[in-house]
């Protein structure tokens, strides 16, 4: 199988999965919010496949989840927001990538991960839906911060994922 296509097949599935486990695994958090737990999965791919897998996972399944629940508010914003999220979760997997204390390494990943929601959800997805909307930042930001904090929890999820996965390929390997 070449490079691309490939890279295309984990794109797919990774993209379905992010729909999947964000329409059948909703953890109830606050009022109408939600983990959405389909964030593992980005993050998932973000670390085995790359920056441009998880961009694509992340973008691209909130578009396919917002079109089956017919909510398209906001989805302009949530996308951009989860491609930088993807961004900067790669940057920081490939930084650390050679260290060697785990614990170390868990605690970046899990100060990154943070960071990287509140400047894709709070921040971008933010400033575009108030170029979009016409609606002052500071409301928006108030308004995202429950989606902020929903989402960070499911990338800080990802982390025991991703070292359960890690632990099984070493076997395997």
Not at 151 to 164: G, H, N
Request: net charge positive.
């Amino acid at each position: 199988m070449s490079m691309n296509t490939r890279f295309i097949t984990n794109t797919a599935l990774g993209i379905a999965l992010f729909v999947v486990a964000s329409l059948l695994l909703q953890v109830p958090f606050f009022q109408n919010y939600y983990v959405c737990l389909g964030y593992i999965v980005m993050a998932v791919y973000t670390y085995y496949f790359g920056a441009w897998c998880g961009m694509l996972v992340g973008s691209i399944g909130t578009l396919l989840y917002c079109l089956i629940i017919s909510h398209m508010n906001g989805v302009i914003g949530w996308m951009a927001g989860n491609m930088l999220i993807a961004l900067l979760l790669h940057l920081a997997f490939e930084f650390s990538e050679n260290w060697k204390n785990t614990t170390v390494k868990v605690i970046f990943w899990a100060v990154v991960m943070v960071i990287a929601t509140l400047l894709g959800i709070a921040g971008v997805k933010s400033a575009t839906e108030t170029l979009l909307f016409k609606v002052p930042i500071v409301t928006r930001m108030a308004k995202n911060i429950y989606a902020f904090v929903g989402d960070a929890v499911a990338l800080l999820l990802s982390i025991p994922v991703i070292l359960l996965i890690d632990k099984v390929r070493e076997r395997k390997i």
